[in-house]
């Protein structure tokens, strides 16, 4: 299989369709080795109405990420079925409205800068074009930046773009391995958020570190900001940084 990767602008045309009436459909299901990002187990979960725990113990496996040290999952895959995605069927994604970000994205790859004078996030995208996939034949005039609006992308970028900080703070301040304390930590915080909510309301997890009221009130039942809360935790626990800080 061969991949070219093409830098495209926002406003350059996207000339991709994918659907059933393509000959490629659920090609790119198979042969996966698709890493999770915490909000992507967070829409997941939700979806299937499944605890985080076991959503996570049911269709993921835990590694640390070579480069970060950081815990991470992936999908745990069936290679008797081809290390297909478990939610994908003939018809296609089981949980297409909730699917993970890499699957909305496709066939872009996205890569952020965060400007230090302003603290601006800049975006960059790549069409990936590979030979098994057919949805280029076929014509759609629109934008790249039309194109993502429909995946509905937003949510995912900005949640993980949070998670791309975690990661540069994490090579920058304490390189290599964690110990298994920290890793199960930080896997707590940011995957199994259903248990972390749990900790923190009966066993005062946050030990007496100050969190507002209403942060208290959102978390409690606010997925989203529950993981906002979770990063912030793991900068506390790992770099003693300030849970209030943006």
């Given at each position: 299989m061969t991949q070219d990767m093409m830098p495209v602008s926002l406003n350059d045309p996207m000339t991709f369709v994918c659907g059933p009436g393509n000959v490629c459909f659920n090609d790119c299901c198979r042969d996966l080795n698709q890493v999770?990002?915490?909000?992507?187990?967070?829409?997941?979960?939700?979806?299937?109405?499944?605890?985080?725990?076991?959503?996570?113990?049911?269709?993921?496996?835990?590694?640390?990420?070579?480069?970060s040290g950081l815990p991470v999952a992936t999908f745990r895959f069936n290679p008797s079925a081809g290390y297909a995605c478990p939610f994908v069927r003939d018809t296609g994604c089981f949980v297409y409205p909730d699917r993970p970000a890499s699957c909305r994205l496709y066939p872009l790859a996205r890569a952020i800068s965060r400007s230090r004078e302003t603290g601006e996030i800049q975006e960059y995208y790549a069409v990936i074009q590979e030979d098994h996939c057919k949805g280029f034949e076929d014509r759609n005039p629109q934008t790249v930046g039309q194109w993502l609006a429909g995946q509905e992308v937003e949510p995912y970028n900005r949640n993980n773009d949070k998670l791309m900080e975690l990661i540069h703070?994490?090579?920058?301040?304490?390189?290599?391995?964690?110990?298994?304390?920290?890793?199960?930590?930080?896997?707590?915080?940011?995957?199994?958020?259903?248990?972390?909510r749990h900790r923190i309301f009966s066993q005062d997890l946050l030990g007496g570190v100050p969190v507002s009221r209403q942060r208290m009130q959102n978390i409690g039942t606010k997925d989203e900001a529950l993981l906002d809360l979770g990063v912030k935790w793991v900068r506390y626990q790992l770099f003693g940084m300030d849970m209030n800080d943006s």
């Amino acid at each position: 299989m061969t991949q070219d990767m093409m830098p495209v602008s926002l406003n350059d045309p996207m000339t991709f369709v994918c659907g059933p009436g393509n000959v490629c459909f659920n090609d790119c299901c198979r042969d996966l080795n698709q890493v999770l990002t915490p909000y992507d187990v967070l829409r997941l979960k939700n979806h299937l109405h499944m605890p985080s725990r076991m959503f996570l113990q049911t269709y993921t496996t835990r590694h640390s990420g070579p480069a970060s040290g950081l815990p991470v999952a992936t999908f745990r895959f069936n290679p008797s079925a081809g290390y297909a995605c478990p939610f994908v069927r003939d018809t296609g994604c089981f949980v297409y409205p909730d699917r993970p970000a890499s699957c909305r994205l496709y066939p872009l790859a996205r890569a952020i800068s965060r400007s230090r004078e302003t603290g601006e996030i800049q975006e960059y995208y790549a069409v990936i074009q590979e030979d098994h996939c057919k949805g280029f034949e076929d014509r759609n005039p629109q934008t790249v930046g039309q194109w993502l609006a429909g995946q509905e992308v937003e949510p995912y970028n900005r949640n993980n773009d949070k998670l791309m900080e975690l990661i540069h703070l994490k090579n920058r301040i304490l390189p290599g391995p964690l110990t298994p304390d920290q890793s199960n930590a930080v896997f707590l915080a940011l995957y199994d958020l259903d248990e972390f909510r749990h900790r923190i309301f009966s066993q005062d997890l946050l030990g007496g570190v100050p969190v507002s009221r209403q942060r208290m009130q959102n978390i409690g039942t606010k997925d989203e900001a529950l993981l906002d809360l979770g990063v912030k935790w793991v900068r506390y626990q790992l770099f003693g940084m300030d849970m209030n800080d943006s």
